[in-house]
Antibody, heavy 121, light 111 residues
Framework: EVQLVESGGGSVRPGGSLRLSCAAS????????MNWVRQAPGKGLEWVSY????????HYADSVKGRFIISRDNAKNSLYLQMNSLRVEDTALYYC??????????????WGQGTLVTVSS | QSALTQPPSASGSPGQSITISCTGT?????????VSWYQQHPGKAPKLMIY???QRPSGVPDRFSGSKSGDTASLTVSGLQAEDEADYYC???????????FGTGTQVTVL
């Protein structure tokens, strides 16, 4: 059974940092492209970042570019999101999601349950 | 890059059909066959319903169908059922600064 389990969320002051993790199981993690998607309380979905099967192909939303860093460790079946210079507007539930194979576009076929990040003074 | 435009709400009676639109530009919806649709029930993670404009993942009922014309994609739900009441989001690859972009979301109510 495919499982994605996020962790690392919490409360932080503006300007602070957090590192989110996503533990994957039930599939060959190294074969899949992965994404982070967030959802502010009561708001819609916002795509945050993408990483290819290795770390050679990486993309970020303009809203987090220069502040967030996505990475993966295929040996540990894990996806990460290093979040620096956090802002109040980064407050959201952060989901890790797998891209379906084959796929043209996002095709996010499995999602975790999310980890909540709250940025507040 | 702005979000793709969806109507805030849509509704229908059980058994009826509804169609949700998702309007973008030639840089995203209109330029690529890379539109996906997601269903999200309250407090739950999104679920992939349609990918590559018209494709249904296994397990998704064939009551759900997707299409595209120009810069607008559409999701049609036929034979509406109570469990279809949820929020629906479209998404697309984009060749603008971002990589993927989601729609603004549509709340579907089954009357």
């Amino acid at each position: 059974e495919v499982q994605l389990v996020e962790s690392g969320g919490g409360s932080v002051r503006p300007g602070g940092s957090l590192r989110l993790s996503c533990a994957a199981s039930g599939f060959t993690f190294s074969n899949y492209e992965m994404n982070w998607v967030r959802q502010a309380p009561g708001k819609g979905l916002e795509w945050v970042s993408y990483i290819g099967r290795s770390d050679k192909d990486i993309h970020y939303a303009d809203s987090v570019k220069g502040r967030f860093i996505i990475s993966r460790d295929n040996a540990k079946n894990s996806l990460y999101l290093q979040m620096n210079s956090l802002r109040v507007e980064d407050t959201a539930l952060y989901y890790c999601a797998r891209e379906r194979l084959p796929c043209s576009g996002d095709c996010l076929d499995y999602w975790g349950q999310g980890t909540l990040v709250t940025v507040s003074s | 890059q702005s979000a793709l435009t969806q109507p805030p709400s849509a509704s229908g009676s059980p058994g009826q059909s509804i169609t949700i639109s998702c309007t973008g530009t030639s840089s995203d919806v209109g330029g690529y066959n890379s539109v996906s649709w997601y269903q999200q029930h309250p407090g739950k993670a999104p679920k992939l319903m349609i990918y590559e404009v018209t494709q249904r993942p296994s397990g998704v009922p064939d009551r759900f169908s997707g299409s595209k014309s120009g810069d607008t994609a559409s999701l049609t739900v036929s034979g509406l059922q109570a469990e279809d009441e949820a929020d629906y989001y479209c998404s697309s690859y984009t060749d603008s600064n971002n990589f993927y972009v989601f729609g603004t979301g549509t709340q579907v109510t089954v009357l």
